[in-house]
Structures are given as structure tokens and as C-alpha cells.
């Protein structure tokens, strides 16, 4: 069992730049989870925005988002993080972070339904 607890989202303007964290509580140790961040606009599907291995070594991001975002995690802290630069009005969704349990596999991690757990989301709104 995993609690998935997202902060740092907010309102900023085109252009400007935010940091979300995840927090994990979990009885399992954190490095044994993939950690990927989705997101979910109004009237739309669940996308993939990044993806990141147990230990942080393999990282994959959504090609809307390369260049922009950086995902990262401290196992010390049981945090993954995603920044996001260059923010822009299409960016605005509901954030959302997620935990799987598997072997990072690619692909495989990319799809909202081969995650286990999730959390709350934080909202990000860009304004144009």
C-alpha cells in the first residue's frame, strides 16, 4: 500500500515555472516503486507526462513536455519531483502522480492503467 500526496501546483503565467512534489508514505521501501506523473485536463483523457525507474536511472518524458519538465526523486525522502519550465496555457490540468510496483519497463509505464496507486493531483493552471 502506497499514500501518494502531490503539492506545488498554482496559478502562473505563460512562460513561468513550477516545481511539484510527491510525497510517498508506504511500508514497502520507496525505491522499489516507478514513479511516473500523469495529467488530466476538463473533458479530457488521463495523459502520460514523465516516468522515472527505481532509482532514478531511466527517464521518459510525453513529447509535449521534453525540454520543459524534468521529473527526479530522492529515495532519502520518498519524493519525486516534477519541474516544469516554460509553462504554457495547454499545460493546465490536474497533475497527478503515480506508483507502480513492477520492474521500470518502458512503454509499459507510459499507460495510466499499469499504475497501482495515485494520488489526489494538484491543479496547475497557465495563464496566457
Known amino acids: 500500500q502506497v499514500k501518494l500526496v502531490e503539492s506545488g501546483g498554482g496559478l502562473v503565467q505563460a512562460g513561468g515555472s513550477l516545481r511539484l512534489s510527491c510525497a510517498a508514505d508506504t511500508r514497502r521501501t520507496f525505491s522499489n516503486y516507478v514513479m511516473g506523473w500523469f495529467r488530466q485536463a476538463p473533458g479530457k483523457e488521463r495523459e502520460f507526462v514523465a516516468v522515472?525507474?527505481?532509482?532514478?536511472?531511466?527517464?521518459n518524458y510525453a513529447d509535449s513536455v521534453k525540454g520543459r519538465f524534468t521529473i527526479s526523486r530522492d529515495n532519502s525522502k520518498n519524493t519525486v519531483y516534477l519541474q516544469m519550465n516554460t509553462l504554457q496555457p495547454e499545460d493546465t490540468a490536474d497533475y497527478l502522480c503515480?506508483?507502480?510496483?513492477?520492474?521500470?519497463?518502458?512503454?509499459?509505464?507510459?499507460?495510466?492503467?499499469?499504475?497501482?496507486?495515485w494520488g489526489q493531483g494538484t491543479q496547475v493552471t497557465v495563464s496566457s
Open positions: 522515472i525507474s527505481q532509482r532514478g536511472s531511466f527517464t
Open positions: 503515480a506508483a507502480d510496483g513492477q520492474i521500470y519497463s518502458g512503454s509499459y509505464h507510459f499507460r495510466s492503467q499499469n499504475f497501482d496507486y
